[in-house]
């Protein structure tokens, strides 16, 4: 298994800063490293690069309209998520407790609901802002009720708080596309332009995750509809 270190000396391989067999200097590995942190915490910001899709259960306090998610929030996250994926209420009454799906709203969408304190038992709408560090769940109508859970899907990001001695173990695709890219960033500290074969193997190996990740949807139509459309039996279906 390799680490980061390892990583970082073969990018600079690739750029001819070492020869073959030769390893990264201590201040080497240390500006790579940095470039490194930086580069996964951009590419963060891009859903298709991110491969982890986390569930998260949270019993509902009532009332309230609102709740922070990320970090250290109400909902308790290990980063803010950028968006919501999936969103459900839980009636925990129920034996075996049953699920009812949410809408997730946009800003649009959210901002055009005329009176946001309306009340319910169960809340059929959610939204989520994009406050940083930590961001803002919005349910509505407002519930009245803690007989219910809110059950959240999203995309966990990339650890960006990685060491050089760190072992990588990202999924297949990822260590190629971390080594070549991160060879396209370094190679203007060391005053060199990376080979076109360096340039484009970083931009298809990333290309390549940015496929694999990406999942085709169901259409969704509104509750009213009665689920969801299947265009094989060309009827609804609920989940």
Same mark, same amino acid.
């Given at each position: 298994m390799s680490t980061y270190r390892d990583l970082i000396s073969s990018s600079l391989r690739l750029l001819g800063v070492k020869a073959q067999g030769q390893v990264a200097t201590g201040a080497e590995a240390t500006d790579g490293l940095a470039v490194l942190q930086e580069m996964i915490d951009s590419w963060n910001a891009s859903d298709a690069l991110l491969y982890t899709t986390t569930s998260q259960v949270f019993p509902l306090a009532a009332p309230a309209a609102s709740y922070t998610i990320g970090p250290g929030g109400n909902i308790n996250t290990p980063?803010?998520?950028?968006?919501?994926?999936?969103?459900?209420?839980?009636?925990?009454?129920?034996?075996p407790s049953t699920d009812s799906r949410m809408t997730i709203l946009s800003d649009t969408e959210y901002?055009?609901?005329? @009176?946001? !304190?309306?009340?319910?038992?169960?809340? =059929?709408?959610?939204? $989520? %802002?994009?406050?940083?560090? /930590?961001?803002?769940?919005?349910?509505?109508?407002?519930?009245? @009720?803690? !007989?219910?859970?809110?059950?959240?899907? =999203?995309?966990?990001? $990339? %650890?960006?708080?990685?060491? /050089?001695?760190?072992?990588?173990?990202?999924?297949?695709?990822?260590?190629? !596309?971390l080594r070549f890219n991160l060879a396209?960033?370094?190679?203007?500290?060391?005053?060199?332009?990376?080979?076109?074969?360096?340039?484009?193997?970083?931009?298809?190996?990333?290309?390549?995750?940015?496929?694999?990740?990406v999942q085709g949807y169901r259409m969704d139509f509104d509750q009213a509809s009665?689920?969801?459309?299947?265009?094989?039996?060309?009827?609804?279906?609920?989940?």
């Amino acid at each position: 298994m390799s680490t980061y270190r390892d990583l970082i000396s073969s990018s600079l391989r690739l750029l001819g800063v070492k020869a073959q067999g030769q390893v990264a200097t201590g201040a080497e590995a240390t500006d790579g490293l940095a470039v490194l942190q930086e580069m996964i915490d951009s590419w963060n910001a891009s859903d298709a690069l991110l491969y982890t899709t986390t569930s998260q259960v949270f019993p509902l306090a009532a009332p309230a309209a609102s709740y922070t998610i990320g970090p250290g929030g109400n909902i308790n996250t290990p980063t803010r998520p950028t968006r919501l994926y999936g969103a459900w209420i839980r009636n925990n009454s129920n034996s075996p407790s049953t699920d009812s799906r949410m809408t997730i709203l946009s800003d649009t969408e959210y901002g055009n609901i005329i @009176s946001k !304190a309306v009340t319910t038992t169960i809340p =059929y709408y959610i939204y $989520l %802002d994009r406050q940083f560090p /930590l961001g803002n769940l919005y349910l509505w109508p407002v519930p009245t @009720s803690s !007989a219910y859970s809110l059950v959240l899907q =999203y995309l966990s990001a $990339l %650890d960006s708080s990685i060491s /050089l001695d760190d072992v990588e173990t990202l999924p297949p695709a990822y260590k190629r !596309a971390l080594r070549f890219n991160l060879a396209v960033l370094l190679a203007p500290e060391y005053g060199v332009e990376a080979l076109p074969t360096v340039v484009q193997t970083a931009l298809t190996s990333k290309m390549l995750i940015q496929q694999s990740n990406v999942q085709g949807y169901r259409m969704d139509f509104d509750q009213a509809s009665n689920g969801v459309y299947s265009i094989a039996s060309d009827s609804f279906r609920n989940f």
